[in-house]
């Protein structure tokens, strides 16, 4: 993500698996794990659960 500096410049700040990419203006962190996750794949992975004979 582009972080704006004081003096209007930008820089980048990289975040990787396993890693959180902290939102100073909001005062919060985001797991790049979570912002990428699969949910279909949870979701099939259940639905194969309930099948009979699972």
């Not at 100073?24 to 259940?46: F, H, K, M, N, W």
Request: proline fraction near 4%; hydrophobic fraction near 35%; charge should be negative.
């Amino acid at each position: 993500m582009f972080h704006r500096n004081e003096d209007d410049s930008w820089t980048l700040r990289e975040a990787r698996a396993g890693q959180g990419a902290h939102l100073e203006v909001i005062g919060c962190t985001l797991s790049v794990d979570e912002v990428y996750r699969d949910p279909l794949a949870q979701a099939a992975t259940e639905a194969e659960e309930r099948l009979p004979g699972s």
